[in-house]
């Protein structure tokens, strides 16, 4: 191939692969029975769901004050939940479309993956505000469109539904970004299939032939997602920032939310990437494509989020100091001090200090410590939710109306089944369509392959000059 | 397309490289190429095959700009002649307000209105059967195809000969 | 050619530019608009050399920011031309000696700068007072030198290691990895440092307002105004026949960079706005209404120029590959965002030095020049609500001064770094081809 590459870089694909080794590697898998540990995960993630969908329906019949939440603290589990979920949600498009725009092609790797984590987690986060409310059948109040109940509209100027547009949209332009992607895949997998499963990909790969005239239009059409997706995946959490930042609560009203939760879902998202692949890689035999020098790239992705946001802490801090403004000195000196000191603990302990052991070469290629890192992570940018929102709502203006929130069991059921559906989901997923972009790998083999580019590379072309 | 069933004679080569140089070959002895079929979007391809540059970009910008104006005009209308309400001590017009909400209908429009206009000029969508030359061109072969019909057995032979020295690997015929 | 020469006539002409910045500036220190002359400020002088001060140095810094953060993203497009950037950071060692003449003015008072410098202001002023354990001349003078400083470390050590990369062999990358460890650790020095002293340098200049976005805010400020400048000096070098493997697909990124952060400076600008404009808390709106009220004319401007205008020109392909369309939209921003900054610096001083005037009328007895003082401020003024000639003669002075330094840097070494891992990967660059690993049309 003529592209130049710098023997500098490492490969990306292992294994002196072929190209039909790459069919082989990631179709494969979408064609045989699921081994015993898939089938376990699968009934403990089903288990997991079941205990939520009790616990919703438990809601929905009691009644929402089977949640701890009071007069005080209106916000509780349901948001820290949303915004947890939602931030996860951040990682896919990132990395299809910023590494995209940003030419970094380990990007291929994962960004199948991430994309359908994406999704999912859009739809764990749409969960809660569609249920906070204890009336789901009325959701359709939040939608604005002509109606019997007089011209009475939504309000546009409100950042609640801000959010409902931003994350419809969100999920829609994630969902239609990842399909078309994904389209090309299928066909392959229709292509090797017989019978029933046969008719099935047929359909749901939509005719695709492989065209030179189709590529085209694919590639032109994935780009300008891309570019598309780039701003929206910043206004998302931008718009969910502005739940909080656009209101007077000292803690919450302060300009440097948007880029601040948007560094933090990224942080968050990239961190749930790396719990998935981790056990992928190892589940489905694909350590040639999430290589660790993926891996490594994406620690060093988590360590870049997990200092901005760590700026952005420190920012807050000071800025609160340098305020002079009493509630606002006051509502981080009880984040650090209060009855909450220990989220505020687990915050800094997870997101800011730990992932500075990324600084090391070894840390970061190392599995295990990857693993464990991307849990710390994961509990770290919940804590942070969970610092910002109850505990600043807990010491009201009014010292007479202070108080304190710890979730029912019901809540905490919901969360738990939200995370049963997230795997559920991603379980079937792994099953049904090829989880890395063969494609895509395919396309960056002869740029990316250890045997044309980095140590082994070197060696072929000496013994062949000698 | 569909009323006349296509014979098409079709090559199927190994590698991308060797399928540029086909296609270059082709090009230069002017034969008239009905499709090429990838496995993966090949670089450099479309300006050998002389594919015109797609033009989904400018209906991209055309159904973002839809999705801005409903927004924008939408909300300044119900805000401020349909049904004005004053929301925190904010003009009825509060454009710094409107501005969440237009960004995500420009994209929300855009977005699918190209997808759709993608599959729609593509020939694809759900249940759509097109008929494809062979299974292992969504794995590792690299197709040129042309169309037969009507030419004669000379200039059909032309096209063997064609493929054999172009490197091919294996030469078949498909009526579609 | 891969030799640079800075010669005799673009040095004289840049020489002549300095003078004329020089001249301009000694026409401003008689120059205060009259509401404020009384206080014998010179105002219109200092903000001038602070704002100028501010804006070039921060190039420098960005310069060399960006060229860590694409060293340590194993970006290779760009190598061809980092020796732009790497020339550029130089721009830091005048630039510290310029905001130290600010620091010492702080303790001498030569200037007026900042309300907080002054001792009897804060002492009655309990925010001021409160405020007074960051913002004093320990933290702004030491402050500078230590962090500046610090930068003037790295940028050197930066182009060191980067010219003894030229001289040792390709065969090992050892010198590449060596500069890469520097790059990374530059990065969070450079993030927590550089907010600091945005808020000395800049937001300070309104003493009693603060925003937790603001060091972001000018920081996508001064990234955009380095790529403008940096398109314009590849451009201009390429017409003297040097650069000649940077192509337009290099170009075509540069583009790329410009497009997209001048939409993410307007993000951040939307977002600073609408959310001191959504919680309509007085002593945050305080800011953004000054400047509507009172300086209309740089408040919609800055958005037109920075936003409107190079999203509708850049959105297209053709236009970020073509000379014309890029050398109007970087002249555009880069002139831009020079505004911008003399948007964040002029109305907070303005109002500093009609205080100052407002206790000199008072002191002189004059009562009612108080009242003259605090009605002007709604009034036109050459210099403070607009650039004034003297102005863009300053601008100019200041560019040729770093573009004098930029250029004196790049006549030391070769333009291209022949030793670089990814120089082949920048000299083969196609903007398509990377996007996707595969496929394209030109």
Redesign the interface.
């Known amino acids: ?9 490492e490969p990306l694909i292992t294994g002196h692969k ?3 080794d790459i ?1 082989e590697d990631l179709i494969g898998p979408t064609e045989k029975a699921p081994n015993f540990s898939w089938v376990v995960a699968f009934l403990l993630s089903v288990t997991l769901l079941s205990f939520g969908i009790f616990c919703l329906i438990w809601t929905f019949w009691v009644g929402i004050g089977s949640w701890n939440l009071n007069r005080t603290i209106g916000w509780g589990y349901d948001i820290t939940n949303f915004v947890w979920w939602i931030g996860i949600g951040h990682a896919g498009t990132l990395i299809s479309a910023i590494l ?6 380990w990007r ?1 790797g994962v960004n199948r993956a991430a994309e359908a984590m994406t999704i999912f987690a859009v739809m764990c986060a749409g969960l809660f505000p569609a249920t906070h409310t204890g009336r789901p059948w009325l959701d359709f109040f939040m939608f ?1 469109y002509p109606n019997t109940r007089g ?3 939504v ?5 609640l ?2 959010d409902l ?2 994350i ?2 969100y999920f ?2 994630s969902l ?2 990842w399909y ?1 992607g994904l ?2 895949d299928l ?2 997998v ?3 299939a017989k019978g029933v499963r046969r008719k099935i990909y ?3 790969s ?20 891309a570019g ?1 997706a ?3 995946v ?2 998302v959490h ?2 969910v920032s ?1 739940d909080f ?4 609560i000292p803690g919450w ?7 601040y939760f948007v560094a933090g879902a990224v942080f968050s998202g990239f961190a749930m990437v790396q719990t998935l692949m981790v056990i992928t890689r190892k589940i489905l035999n694909l350590n040639d494509y999430i290589t660790l020098a993926h891996i490594e790239s994406m620690n ?1 992705v988590i360590l ?1 989020t997990g ?2 946001v760590g ?2 802490y ?3 801090l000071f ?1 609160a100091w ?4 009493t509630y606002e000195q006051y509502a981080f000196f009880n984040r650090a001090t209060g009855p909450y000191f220990w989220s505020y603990i687990g915050m800094m302990g997870c997101n800011l200090i730990i992932p500075q052991i990324f ?1 090391w070469k070894k840390m970061r290629r190392n599995i295990w410590v990857t693993f464990l890192m991307s849990i710390f992570v994961n509990i770290g940018m919940w804590f942070e939710r969970f610092v910002i929102i109850p505990t600043t709502l807990a010491r009201d203006y009014l010292p007479s109306s202070w108080s304190y929130y710890w979730p029912s069991w019901v809540e905490i059921g919901i969360f738990i089944g939200t995370i049963g559906l997230f795997f559920v989901l991603y379980l079937i997923f792994c099953r049904v369509a090829p989880v890395v972009a063969a ?2 790998i ?3 083999l ?3 392959g250890d045997q044309y580019v980095g140590e082994n590379a070197k060696k072929q072309t000496h013994s062949h000059s000698h | 397309m569909k009323d006349q069933n296509k014979e098409v004679l079709y090559g199927l080569y190994d590698d991308d490289e060797i399928l540029l140089d086909a296609v270059k070959q082709a090009r230069e002895n002017h034969l008239d190429i009905w499709d090429v079929f990838t496995p993966f979007p090949v670089h450099g391809l479309d300006p050998i095959l002389g594919l015109a540059e797609s033009r989904l970009h400018i209906a991209g910008f055309i159904y973002g700009a839809i999705g801005t104006a409903i927004a924008f005009f939408g909300m300044s209308w119900v805000f401020t002649r349909d049904w004005p309400i004053i929301f925190g001590g904010k003009p009825y017009w509060s454009v710094p307000a409107f501005i969440p909400v237009t960004f995500e209908l420009t994209v929300l429009l855009c977005a699918i209105g190209m997808v759709v206009s993608f599959y729609i000029v593509n020939g694809q969508g759900f249940g759509v059967d097109n008929p494809t030359l062979d299974d292992r061109i969504t794995d590792d072969k690299f197709c040129i195809a042309f169309q037969t019909n009507g030419k004669s057995e000379s200039e059909i032979e032309k096209l063997r000969s064609f493929f054999s020295e172009s490197g091919a690997s294996e030469v078949n015929s498909k009526t579609i | 050619m891969n030799q640079y020469t800075f010669d005799s006539k673009l040095k004289t002409t840049l020489l002549a530019g300095i003078g004329l910045g020089v001249l301009c500036m000694i026409a401003t220190w008689f120059a205060d608009p009259a509401q404020i002359a009384e206080g014998h400020t010179h105002m219109r002088f200092w903000t001038n050399f602070l704002h100028n001060t501010v804006f070039f140095t921060g190039i420098a810094f960005i310069s060399l920011f960006v060229l860590a953060a694409f060293t340590t993203a194993y970006a290779g497009w760009y190598v061809l031309f980092k020796r732009i950037w790497e020339a550029y950071s130089f721009f830091l060692i005048p630039g510290l000696i310029l905001l130290l003449i600010l620091g010492v003015g702080n303790i001498t008072h030569f200037h007026h700068l900042y309300h907080w410098a002054d001792a009897a202001e804060v002492a009655n002023d309990r925010v001021l007072l409160g405020k007074s354990g960051f913002l004093n001349n320990t933290w702004y003078t030491g402050g500078t030198l230590v962090v500046v400083g610090l930068w003037i470390f790295f940028a050197m050590k930066l182009r060191s290691l980067s010219l003894e990369e030229d001289r040792s062999g390709t065969a090992d990358y050892s010198i590449h990895r060596k500069i890469r460890i520097w790059c990374a650790t530059f990065m969070p020095i450079a993030a927590f440092s550089s907010a600091a002293m945005i808020w000395l340098w800049v937001m300070s200049v309104d003493a009693h307002w603060y925003s937790t976005m603001f060091a972001w805010y000018s920081t996508a400020s001064w990234f955009v105004s380095a790529t403008a400048l940096t398109i314009l000096m590849l451009i201009y070098l390429k017409s003297k026949g040097y650069y000649t493997q940077v192509t337009e697909e290099h170009l075509h990124d540069l583009g790329k960079f410009l497009f997209a952060f001048s939409v993410f400076w307007t993000y951040l600008w939307f977002d600073q706005y609408m959310l001191i404009w959504y919680a309509n808390v007085g002593e945050e709106t305080i800011y953004f209404k000054t400047r509507i009220d009172q300086f209309p004319v740089l408040f919609y401007g800055n958005l037109i120029i920075n936003f409107v205008l190079p999203f509708l020109i850049l959105m297209r392909n053709t236009t970020k590959r073509k000379y014309g369309t890029l050398i109007f939209t970087s002249v555009l921003l880069f002139f831009g965002h020079w505004w911008d900054f003399f948007l964040m610096i002029k109305p907070g001083t303005l109002e500093t030095a009609e205080h100052v005037a407002h206790m000199h009328a008072e002191s002189s007895d004059h009562g009612d020049h108080g009242d003259h003082a605090a009605h002007a401020a709604s009034s036109f003024i050459e210099g403070f609500t607009i650039p004034g000639l003297l102005e863009i003669g300053t601008f100019i002075g200041f560019l040729c001064l770093f573009l004098f330094v930029a250029y004196s840097q790049l006549a030391k070494a070769d333009l291209i770094p022949l030793n670089d891992p990814y120089l082949e990967e920048s000299t083969h660059h196609e903007v398509q081809q990377d996007l996707s690993g595969a496929g394209g049309h030109h």
Do not use: C
């Open positions: 191939m003529s592209a130049a590459v710098s023997s500098i870089r072929t190209y039909h069919t995209l725009l940003f030419r970094q092609k291929t604005p011209p009475l509209w309000n546009f100027n409100s950042p539904l801000w547009f931003a419809s949209t829609t332009v239609l970004f078309t389209v090309p066909a392959s229709r292509d090797r047929s359909f749901v939509m005719g695709w032939t492989g065209s030179a005239k189709h590529w085209q239009r694919h590639e032109y059409l994935s780009l300008i997602l598309l780039t701003p929206l910043l206004s931008t718009i502005f930042a656009t209101s007077v009203h302060t300009t440097i939310f948007p880029p060093k870049l200092t901005i700026t952005a420190l920012t807050e800025i340098y305020s002079q403004y600084w494609a895509e395919k396309a960056i002869k740029t990316a």
